[in-house]
DNA sequence: TTTAAGAATGGGAATCATTCTCATTTAATG
DNA sequence: CATTAAATGAGAATGATTCCCATTCTTAAA
């Protein structure tokens, strides 16, 4: 899997993180394909050559950076994107029977409402609110049946 | 802990469930304290009295049944909550400081908005969207923690 | 370039939540 | 109160995540 390790040197130069093998091959991988990813889509795609560990501590590291962001799907497993600049406030959209996660963005009417919720909201509870997140889960036509995984 | 249990019977009862000690305490336990409560929180007012494994198994069925909901807080803790007939749409406010959780009512405006919007994404990426849910994360002081840790 | 010091890694053990197994107990029915 | 299926308790098994530590790598300075 030969990929363009510029983008991930940058990234992490950027950060002030050391560039380590580990971690440019994670951000390669999610720049690739650029698509949220599980702790064991990125271990298959490392053939292994990662350590368990060290892929936590890398998710670790790089989510505390704010590099990437990190959720978990319905089924609880954790999932990974990267987190551009350009790369809009969205949501995340499940479907529980062909598993494939999507991005979803609400548009700036709607956000801009709930924006403003929030903040009230915010106010009388006396909690200041950071973050936010709208999930929606449903199911496409591929009746329970799991598609086979995708690369 | 004296307890009335004639709601938690009927509530087994109309929902053709046996009723067991186990299944009558949790739901009178949820009934009083009339809040999310995590597995350490039942177990504790049960001065483990109830099996580790019972309890799950109970927050299962009265799941399935639709009595109550699980969730899952922002650290991964597995909360429960009652799902009254009266208690209406509402959705969840952390305070990651003092770990308290709020229930949250967006309003009909709103959720009007989010309906209609939800059924245009579902058309757009094709699914059947039958749930969402909308979260907000904050705190009455500033700690944070995350569920990837580092140290 | 070499090197020293701190940072990161690999591998495996430890931990934590959750699920499973199975022998025993209990609830519902008549 | 006897029967039968359902539920429970206890602990083992599983699976995800974190921890520990000896070894290796990065970086920055010499």
Do not use: W
């Not at 363009?4 to 580990?22: F, S, V």
């Not at 990974?80 to 609400?106: A, G, I, N, T």
């Amino acid at each position: 899997m030969a990929m363009n390790t510029d983008y991930a040197r940058t990234l992490l130069k950027q950060h002030g993180l050391t560039i380590t093998e580990p971690r440019v091959f994670v951000l390669s991988l999610l720049r690739k394909f650029d698509t949220p990813m599980s702790i064991n889509d990125i271990m298959e795609k490392s053939k292994h050559t990662i350590a368990l560990s060290t892929l936590y501590r890398v998710l670790a590291d790089l989510s505390h950076a704010k590099i990437v962001t990190t959720f978990s799907s319905p089924n609880q497993k954790l999932l990974v994107e990267l987190l551009d600049e350009e790369r809009e406030h969205h949501h995340h959209l499940y479907c529980e029977s062909c598993e494939k996660v999507f991005d979803v963005s609400l548009g700036e009417e709607l956000e801009g409402m709930i924006e403003k919720l929030i903040s009230k909201i915010g106010e009388t509870h006396q909690i200041d609110i950071q973050e936010h997140s709208f999930e929606m889960y449903g199911s496409c036509n591929n009746t329970g049946q799991h598609s086979l995984r995708r690369n």
